[in-house]
């Protein structure tokens, strides 16, 4: 019998117009009409930076309009499944999967977290749930795009005191279900000492050099994930 090789889980992609047999971003964006009037400002070229949109506080309903203003924004997925069986059985992956016994039969749902960012301070989230593993992952993207804020960044640490953007301006805190995570600002040179979950996230929006303190249910990933999101949230207002 020949033997099954393991799932490797895929925390990380690429950019969508990077991966063979994937649809071309500049192509897509070509044939694109916009439906909302800040897409159109958009896509006439009235408007040419993001932050101007998010300074503004106006709501981003078209995930085109991420996609135009910043071409070098990455997705990534968090890997909040885990793998069954005798060869795979423990290895983490991208897919939670759910099973649910109906009167038609046993039903399946993946469910899905994505984070988009470009490592330059921009930080975006967004899950989705449904019976088919790419509609699920599409949506998660365009719910993570259209989350997306700015998050601002600094040397809070005073151990440091450097003028460079490397770590948080302040502590931060945010939760999700009985999961608290408490972000510190760091000297240059720390490092991320966090968690694998925290430091995908934190690395995506470029930050470099933090502490993390976590509380509750750790191994529930996707709440660890929405709770360091969350504690990032505080500093979207941030002007330094």
């Not at 071309?24 to 400002?41: F, I, M, V």
Request: glycine share 12%; proline share 4%; with cysteine.
């Amino acid at each position: 019998m020949e033997r099954r090789k393991p799932n490797k889980a895929r925390g990380r992609r690429r950019r969508p117009d990077e991966r063979k047999g994937g649809f071309n971003r500049e192509n897509d964006l070509e044939s694109w009409k916009p439906r909302t009037a800040l897409g159109r400002a958009v896509k006439s070229g009235e408007i040419k930076s993001i932050d101007e949109i998010l300074s503004s506080g106006m709501e981003i309903r078209e995930s085109e309009i991420v996609d135009s203003l910043l071409p070098d924004l990455e997705i990534e997925f968090i890997p909040i499944g885990q793998s069954k069986g005798k060869f795979g059985g423990g290895k983490r992956r991208i897919y939670r999967v759910t099973q649910k016994t109906t009167a038609e039969g046993q039903t399946v749902k993946f469910t899905v977290l994505a984070i988009a960012g470009n490592s330059s301070g921009y930080i975006g989230m967004g899950s989705a749930s449904s019976g088919e593993t790419v509609p699920t992952r599409k949506k998660a993207e365009k719910e993570a795009k259209l989350s997306l804020f700015k998050v601002g960044l600094g040397c809070g640490s005073w151990e440091c005191s450097c003028a460079d953007p490397h770590s948080l301006p302040f502590a931060v805190k945010g939760g999700a279900g009985s999961v608290e995570v408490t972000l510190k600002p760091a000297p240059k040179g720390t490092g991320l000492a966090v968690n694998d979950t925290c430091k995908q996230i934190l690395s995506i929006v470029g930050i470099k050099d933090t502490w993390a303190f976590t509380r509750g249910q750790t191994q529930t990933r996707i709440n660890l994930a929405k709770a360091t999101f969350n504690a990032l949230k505080q500093l979207r207002s941030t002007k330094l």
